[in-house]
């Protein structure tokens, strides 16, 4: 009988509480849990009754059932982790790096490793609204493309307590948390990158994204074009054309979520991602499944994902949408296609500290 990969999952918090269970659901595995420490991997462990756990990466990367990893930690261990399992031989699915280096190391270990999934977990690519409105523009529903416009409204993304998601340097804020996403999305939407905080082809876009809000959490995608528009209200897609009189809906998510998965993850991780996680999993086990080996997998379920390329551009962008803020000016998205001097980036950091 074929079977799907064992997992190792890195992280203990509220993602990785909702992972373990949506994983077990399609028929996966989880062989080892990684924690921080040894109490918090202890705890999740024994919560959702995995058996091997540790504070040690190694103890992982090396265990002999695991041959996919899911990596959903904070963003400066990220490279550290994604590049040794990717070299010890592991199927990769992470969240994205701190910076643009660690990025580009990243993609470096990637392309040595052709032949394993080295994926960056943007869920919103999987929901089926954007899988739909990706193929609607492609079929010119909206004619030429012109206008993206992205709102996020949330409460506050900080903690009682500081951490990592409060330090710029450390990959925090809620620029490089959400906004990365939402530029990662709009690009495969549309099949533009931005050049120098516009988007190629004469596209404009602008996105909104305000951690301040309290009340219910609000996510709407908008793309404008020559011929009609399409809205993304959530899980659920509008469409209307410019010579209809209102607009029409396209495709209702009707996903039921929440059964068998923890009540802190419930809270903590807004609908759409959670329906987003539960797409993801579904076409990583369609990916797996069939396959002569547990570490073989097919493309094509997992086509519309993010690669570690997809990574390092939106991180690029994030980077270049800083320096504009910084200078008052327009600055070009710079794509690193070398390593920098490491001298470089430290005085950089410096200078950074010091304005």
């Not at 390329?309 to 710079?334: H, P, T």
Request: aromatic share 8%; proline share 4%; hydrophobic share 40%.
């Amino acid at each position: 009988m074929k079977m799907l990969p064992g997992v190792g999952v890195f992280g203990t918090g509220s993602s990785a509480r909702v992972l373990v269970p949506l994983l077990r659901a399609e028929g996966f595995t989880v062989e080892a849990l990684w924690g921080k420490t040894e109490e918090e991997a202890k705890q999740l462990a024994e919560e959702m009754n995995i058996t091997f756990y540790t504070s040690r990466t190694d103890d992982v990367l090396l265990h002999q059932d695991v041959d996919l990893v899911c990596i959903n930690i904070p963003p400066p261990l990220t490279r550290q982790i994604s590049v040794k399992a990717l070299g010890i031989g592991k199927n990769v699915v992470c969240e994205k790096a701190a910076t643009s280096v660690d990025a580009f190391r990243m993609v470096t270990a990637s392309r040595y490793y052709p032949q394993l999934m080295s994926l960056v977990g943007n869920v919103l690519r999987f929901l089926p609204a954007f899988v739909r409105m990706k193929q609607l523009i492609a079929e010119h529903y909206v004619g030429a493309v012109m206008i993206c416009d992205a709102r996020v409204y949330s409460g506050s993304l900080l903690s009682p307590s500081y951490g990592w998601i409060c330090d710029e340097l450390m990959g925090g804020g809620g620029l490089h948390t959400m906004g990365t996403y939402i530029v990662d999305l709009l690009t495969h939407l549309t099949g533009q990158k931005a050049e120098k905080m516009l988007m190629g082809g004469g596209v404009c876009s602008t996105v909104t994204l305000n951690f301040n809000m309290p009340g219910a959490f609000v996510h709407e995608v908008m793309v404008v074009g020559s011929a009609g528009r399409l809205v993304a209200r959530g899980a659920d897609l509008y469409g209307q054309k410019n010579s209809a009189t209102q607009e029409e809906l396209l495709l209702r998510d009707s996903l039921a979520v929440g059964t068998g998965l923890p009540e802190q993850g419930l809270q903590d991780v807004p609908l759409l991602y959670l329906k987003g996680m539960v797409y993801m999993v579904q076409a990583l086990r369609q990916s797996f499944q069939g396959q002569g080996d547990r570490r073989t997998w097919d493309h094509t379920p997992v086509s519309m994902a993010a690669s570690f390329e997809d990574g390092l551009y939106m991180q690029s962008v994030v980077d270049a949408i800083k320096r504009s803020s910084r200078s008052g000016e327009w600055e070009a998205v710079e794509v690193l296609t070398e390593e920098p001097d490491a001298n470089q980036n430290l005085c950089e950091a410096l200078q950074r500290n010091n304005l």
